[in-house]
């Protein structure tokens, strides 16, 4: 296998084309809390819901740029991370 930036960016050790994968925990638990935090529900659980949805996504765009398995799936949890953050930054101002 050759090294050049395409396969830096999209393949993984084993030579496949790698965009997207199998949703993980952190984000299968992000993407319910989410939903949970859509009914109608006291201001403390919807805050509750909000860190714990915040703390999933925070968790798993961290292990993509730590253990992604290309430049792709790094700079998609860099990506999320650091829109997550000013999401949250953006709601408190």
């Known amino acids: 296998m050759q090294n050049s930036l395409f396969d830096k960016t999209f393949r993984d050790g084993d030579g496949n084309i ?15 809390a989410t939903l949970l935090n859509l009914m109608p529900v006291g201001d403390p659980i ?22 992604g398995v290309n430049y792709f799936r790094r700079t998609l949890g860099f990506t999320v991370l650091m829109g997550a953050i000013a999401f949250v930054f953006l709601r408190a101002a």
Not at 18 to 32: A, D
Not at 56 to 67: G, H, V
């Open 18 to 32: 790698v965009i997207g994968q199998l949703p993980n925990l952190p984000i299968s638990l992000w993407l319910v």
């Open 46 to 67: 919807h805050r509750g819901l909000e860190a714990i949805a915040f703390g999933l996504l925070f968790t798993w765009a961290w292990q993509e740029i730590f253990e």
